[in-house]
């Protein structure tokens, strides 16, 4: 009798493992997925701030988008596509604004961070400039002496990179001192739908 019952015990604890294991399943690779696929993010409401002689200066942009491809594992970083913020460009004060991109000291990057989960964009040194109908002649530079890194939550749900007054350095030329230190914000929705783990 024991040894039917330490049979019997001994088959109830394999089966009880192999349903464990069975529940368990294989180890998923954390990363940012779909993997090795071109993404697309758009935002309708960047918003670049900072102040100019001393008064708060805006430039707000209707349509930016920029695009990468998601890395083949892990979390990149990836080289992104220079950034296009256009739409309608509009300063703070009703002027046309222009704003322009370049990778001529180094590439944009993403890197995504599972923890958050957040995604990180560096700008390279001097890779955007802004320029406005209201002060002709006045350049205002981002990252000015270095790349700047700008850090946002990223809302797997909806696909969404929230950059929230993330800081980033100015310099100008051609007008008033310029604040050195302003924010950048805007929502990036990607497509296809990008999600981190």
């Given at each position: 009798m024991p040894s039917r019952i330490l049979s019997t015990a001994?088959?109830?604890?394999?089966?009880?493992?192999?349903?464990?294991?069975?529940?368990?399943?294989?180890?998923?690779?954390?990363?940012?997925?779909?993997?090795?696929?071109?993404?697309?993010?758009?935002?309708?409401?960047?918003?670049?701030?900072?102040?100019?002689?001393?008064?708060?200066?805006?430039?707000?942009?209707?349509?930016?988008?920029?695009?990468?491809?998601?890395?083949?594992?892990?979390?990149?970083?990836?080289?992104?596509?220079?950034?296009?913020?256009?739409?309608?460009?509009?300063?703070?004060?009703?002027?046309?604004?222009?704003?322009?991109t370049n990778h001529t000291n180094g590439p944009w990057t993403l890197l995504a961070i599972a923890t958050g989960p957040k995604v990180q964009a560096t700008m390279p040194k001097a890779g955007a400039t802004f320029s406005t109908t209201t002060l002709p002649g006045c350049v205002v530079t981002a990252a000015p002496t270095g790349p700047v890194t700008l850090t946002g939550n990223f809302d797997n749900s909806t696909g969404t990179w929230h950059l929230v007054n993330a800081p980033v350095a100015f310099s100008a030329s051609g007008c008033g001192a310029v604040s050195p230190t302003g924010t950048v914000s805007g929502d990036f929705v990607t497509s296809p739908k990008v999600n981190i783990s």
């Open positions: 001994v088959a109830a604890a394999a089966a009880t493992t192999g349903l464990v294991a069975l529940t368990v399943g294989p180890a998923y690779a954390a990363g940012v997925t779909p993997a090795n696929t071109l993404i697309t993010a758009t935002s309708t409401n960047v918003k670049f701030s900072g102040t100019l002689s001393g008064l708060s200066f805006s430039v707000s942009c209707t349509k930016s988008t920029l695009t990468f491809t998601t890395p083949s594992s892990g979390y990149g970083p990836v080289n992104t596509s220079d950034p296009v913020f256009g739409g309608t460009c509009k300063d703070s004060f009703g002027g046309t604004a222009t704003v322009k």
